[in-house]
């Protein structure tokens, strides 16, 4: 069973991260956007570490307060109910 989180962490912050890589060259070019809701659900579904990644070394979405906080909030959710699990057992 860890195993398969690990595959899954792996595989969700890969594709945060070239989502949110994929906004932001969208933007530069004044082309079609992928929504907002779309890139807090990627991080939501545990690719807040490739999503906060991404942020920084994009500088993607880094002026909207719903990202500012939302991803490390999410991302430091996500690391307690990760070690609770992982410590309770």
């Known amino acids: 069973m860890h195993s398969f989180l690990y595959y899954y962490l792996i595989f969700i912050n890969c594709t945060a991260f070239i989502v949110y890589g994929a906004d932001k060259a ?17 991080a939501a ?4 570490a490739g999503a906060f990644i991404a942020m920084q070394l994009f ?6 307060l719903k990202f500012i906080f939302g991803v490390p909030l999410i991302f430091f ?7 609770y699990f992982f410590y309770k057992g």
């Open 26 to 42: 969208f933007a530069k070019l004044h082309s079609w956007r992928v929504p907002e809701i779309v890139l807090l659900v990627l």
């Open 45 to 48: 579904l545990g690719g807040s």
């Open 77 to 83: 959710l996500q690391v307690a109910l990760i070690s």
């Open 59 to 64: 500088r993607h979405k880094t002026q909207h």
